[in-house]
Structures are given as structure tokens and as C-alpha cells.
Nanobody, 114 residues
Framework: QVQVVESGGGLVQPGGSLRLSCAAS????????MGWYRQAPGKQRELVAA???????NYADSVKGRFTISRDNAKKTVYLQMNSLKPDDTAVYYC????????WGQGTQVTVSS
């Protein structure tokens, strides 16, 4: 069984920063892609950022230059450093880890508000 656990969400003022973490455990072996998605109320879930086992990254246009994704392969962990946060970044953030299957975390709330 595979577990995916996110942490690091919370309430932050506009312009602030947060760092999300996501760790995978259990019977997951050759992870080739790790990604962060978000879903705001009334909107579809969207890709925020992803990183492959080789380190190739891609970002949503709305977060380029503000968010940075990174991973620690040995720890089966992916991070999302979020800077210059805006109210539009408010959402539940989900981690997805892929080997032969996709595994989702339970989500962590990020609220950007003054």
C-alpha cells in the first residue's frame, strides 16, 4: 500500500511565502514524476508544477517565477516553495506521485489573505 502525505499549508498574507512538502511511503519504487496540483472552490483541479526523475520541471504560467518545485529522490519527497503569494493562489494543494500508477495525497489548504 502506498501513502502520500502533504504538509506545510496554512494562512499567509499576500506577498508571503510557504513551503509545501509531500512524502511517499510504502510499495512505491521507480517514481518518474512528482507534481503539485491545486483546486480552488468552484474550479477544476489544475497543474501547478511537476518534476521528473531526471529533474525536468514544468510550471503553470500563473506561478512561473514565484514557485519552485524540487525533489529528494532518496526520501521520496517533493517540495513546493511558494513566494510572492497572491489571493488567487488560495486553494487546496494536492500532491501526485507517479510510478506505474498515480497516487494522490489528501490535500493541504493554502489561504492567502490579509
Amino acid at each position: 500500500q502506498v501513502q502520500v502525505v502533504e504538509s506545510g499549508g496554512g494562512l499567509v498574507q499576500p506577498g508571503g511565502s510557504l513551503r509545501l512538502s509531500c512524502a511517499a511511503s510504502g510499495s512505491i519504487f521507480s517514481i518518474y514524476r512528482m507534481g503539485w496540483y491545486r483546486q480552488a472552490p468552484g474550479k477544476q483541479r489544475e497543474l501547478v508544477a511537476a518534476i521528473t526523475s531526471g529533474g525536468t520541471t514544468n510550471y503553470a504560467d500563473s506561478v512561473k517565477g514565484r514557485f519552485t518545485i524540487s525533489r529528494d529522490n532518496a526520501k521520496k519527497t517533493v517540495y513546493l516553495q511558494m513566494n510572492s503569494l497572491k489571493p488567487d493562489d488560495t486553494a487546496v494543494y494536492y500532491c501526485k506521485i507517479s510510478d506505474l500508477r498515480d497516487y494522490w495525497g489528501q490535500g493541504t489548504q493554502v489561504t492567502v489573505s490579509s
